[in-house]
């Protein structure tokens, strides 16, 4: 007896993958919108440390020019993320100005943590080399170098090389 190999036919086929399509769709959608809430909780996090440097600067920058306490932690809080934490230090002629914020997503608190991000901005005291006069007042600016040439006779001075 001849045995012949049974193919599938065409219907049967379309049976075995019934169903397939409505599978992937319900593995994939919720991956994707998973990675989306994740792209958007680190963009949440990378803008808010962006915000937090530029408010660094700022608050450095007009603690540098001499502007009160005051009026600089005003400017870092209107430049700074929602809720954030600032110090101003001033020692030994530099001004240091930390901003600190806790980033977090409304909504999404038990899937994704809460991150903390801060920015540092050291600079010099513009002020304290202002207010303070050079202790050696006879000292030439610039590290030694005079300002003006020293007097001399003008035939020797200006005849430094051969004739």
């Given at each position: 007896m001849i045995e012949r190999a049974q193919t599938a036919g065409p219907n049967q086929r379309r049976q075995a993958d019934r169903g397939q399509a409505t599978a992937e769709l319900a593995v994939g959608l919720p991956s994707l919108f998973a990675a989306f809430f994740v792209a958007a909780w680190l963009l949440g996090a990378v803008s808010g440390q962006a915000r937090c440097a530029?408010?660094?600067?700022?608050?450095?920058?007009?603690?540098?020019?001499?502007?009160?306490?005051?009026?600089?932690?005003?400017?870092?809080?209107?430049?700074?993320?929602?809720?954030?934490?600032?110090?101003?230090?001033?020692?030994?002629?530099?001004?240091?100005v930390e901003v600190s914020a806790r980033i977090s997503r409304a909504?999404?608190?038990?899937?994704?943590?809460?991150?903390?991000?801060?920015?540092?901005?050291?600079?010099?005291?513009?002020a304290a080399f202002v207010e303070r006069p050079p202790a050696d007042a006879a000292t030439p600016p610039f590290g030694g170098i005079p300002a003006e040439p020293p007097d001399c006779p003008a035939a020797p001075c200006r005849d430094s090389g051969p004739p």
């Open positions: 530029d408010a660094a600067r700022v608050g450095a920058r007009l603690a540098a020019r001499g502007e009160s306490d005051p009026t600089v932690t005003l400017a870092v809080a209107r430049a700074a993320p929602p809720q954030a934490r600032i110090r101003l230090r001033r020692q030994e002629g530099l001004l240091e909504g999404l608190d038990s899937f994704v943590p809460d991150l903390v991000v801060s920015a540092r901005a050291v600079v010099a005291d513009e």
